[in-house]
């Protein structure tokens, strides 16, 4: 089983419960078992306990000490914030991490659980590029265009023709729905779910409500 030096803990869980401290070991193979990074340090910057996960994601933890950008402000935060728990993300190389910190004033320990979301991040910058593309796209054509979100209806992009159409701003456009701005709400369910399950284009006069309810 991987260890640190004396200093940091980590102890299996099969040692305690031959020690006969049952609740004890019981407790620690909780965070021993949990697949997420798990690491405890005092007020001073020594890390007292690192579980099995903690070990294998950051094996250069200990050597880096204060300076890992796991452990990195987080007696400063600590002393600023008077023991208030908060949530950060932290990046090492190309990799992300959301860490949630836990100060416990009693036994002056920081205690932190961290999540890697390195996907996450990954799938959230993609989405930002399509957006950044459709919205290139839109602003281009002559004509009004939105783009909707088929369950809730909800406008996701417009142009500047299909707010100017309507009389909104394109931020107030993208916090309203389909069913909002158009009459015929049962003609629009039903094509928008035809839209759904063919995947074929369909092409259907539709009366708007712009700002000043008035048809177009």
């Not at 910057?45 to 204060?66: D, I, Q």
């Not at 007696?75 to 100060?103: A, C, K, M, P, S």
């Not at 023709?161 to 009389?167: A, S």
Request: net charge negative; aromatic share 8%; proline share 3%.
């Amino acid at each position: 089983r991987p260890k640190q030096s004396e200093d940091t803990i980590a102890v299996p869980y099969e040692v305690l419960a031959k020690e006969g401290d049952a609740d004890l070991a019981r407790l620690t193979s909780f965070a021993e078992l949990n697949p997420h990074p798990i690491i405890e340090m005092d007020l001073n910057g020594k890390v007292t306990y690192v579980n099995s996960a903690a070990l294998v994601s950051f094996p250069n933890l200990e050597n880096l000490g204060m300076e890992h950008p796991l452990l990195s402000g987080l007696i400063d935060r600590e002393r600023n914030n008077n023991g208030i728990l908060f949530v950060r993300e932290v990046t090492l190389g190309d990799r992300f991490f959301r860490q949630n910190v836990h100060y416990f004033s009693e036994s002056q320990i920081i205690r932190s659980y961290t999540l890697e979301i390195t996907e996450q991040k990954k799938i959230e910058a993609h989405l930002k590029k399509l957006q950044a593309f459709y919205s290139c796209v839109l602003a281009q054509i002559s004509e009004g265009v939105a783009i909707v979100q088929p369950v809730t209806k909800k406008i996701l992009e417009a142009n500047q023709v299909y707010c100017n159409l309507l009389g909104y701003s394109r931020r107030e456009i993208q916090h309203m729905t389909l069913d909002r701005i158009t009459f015929e709400q049962e003609i629009l369910e039903r094509e928008i779910q035809h839209l759904s399950n063919d995947k074929i284009g369909v092409t259907k006069e539709v009366s708007y409500r712009r700002r000043d309810n008035s048809l177009v």
